[in-house]
Each structure stands twice: as structure tokens, then as C-alpha cells.
């Protein structure tokens, strides 16, 4: 009994998540998640994660620059900026391995 009890309280969650993903979206409201939510009664308690991806004023995670981003860069940069910064970074390679390796 706990367990299905415990079980029904996860899916009104879930179900209360979906509508006000809904509602964000201005959705069409689905009748199975509003039984969902009225049969868990005031028992929801959605994630705070949950809640702040729902909610729109909520501030936002950085997010990290992706590959396409840094390829727009890139074309925006000087091409001898780029050659410059791989020799760089070659012969920053390069003395980094010469001091741990002894072979080289």
C-alpha cells in the first residue's frame, strides 16, 4: 500500500510538472493530468529544478559555449591570430611533454 501510495504521489508530480509545462507553452491541458493531480491532492511536492526550468523568470545556468558557437568565433577571428595562438599552444605542448618525458 505505501509503495502504490508512493508511486501515485511520483506520477501526480510528474503530471503537475507536464501541466505547467503547459501552461508555459500554452499547451492544450491534458484531463488525465488533472485527475492525476486532484486524486494526489495538496500531497505534490515538485522538485525545485523542476520548478525553476518551468519557470521563466527563474535565472538560467551558464551554459557552455558549444562546437557551432566557437566555429563563429573562429571564422570572426584573424586568420594570423589563429596561426599564432596554435604555435602557441604546439610549443606549450611540446615543453610540457619534454619535461615529463625524459625520452623525448
Given amino acids: 500500500m505505501e509503495r502504490d501510495a508512493e508511486f501515485a504521489t511520483k506520477k501526480a508530480e510528474r503530471a503537475c510538472l507536464r501541466s505547467c509545462l503547459r501552461e508555459k507553452y500554452r499547451l492544450p ?16 511536492d515538485v522538485p525545485e529544478e523542476l520548478v525553476n526550468m518551468v519557470d521563466e523568470n527563474a535565472p538560467q545556468e551558464e ?24 604555435q602557441a599552444t604546439l610549443v606549450e605542448i611540446k615543453s610540457k611533454a ?7
Fill in 98 to 104: 619534454e619535461e615529463k618525458c625524459t625520452v623525448m
Fill in 29 to 44: 491541458k491534458s484531463e488525465q493530468d488533472e485527475i492525476m493531480i486532484q486524486q494526489a491532492g495538496d500531497d505534490i
Fill in 63 to 86: 551554459e557552455n559555449p558549444s562546437i557551432l558557437g566557437q566555429m563563429q568565433n573562429i571564422q570572426n577571428m584573424d586568420m594570423e591570430q589563429i596561426k599564432e595562438k596554435a
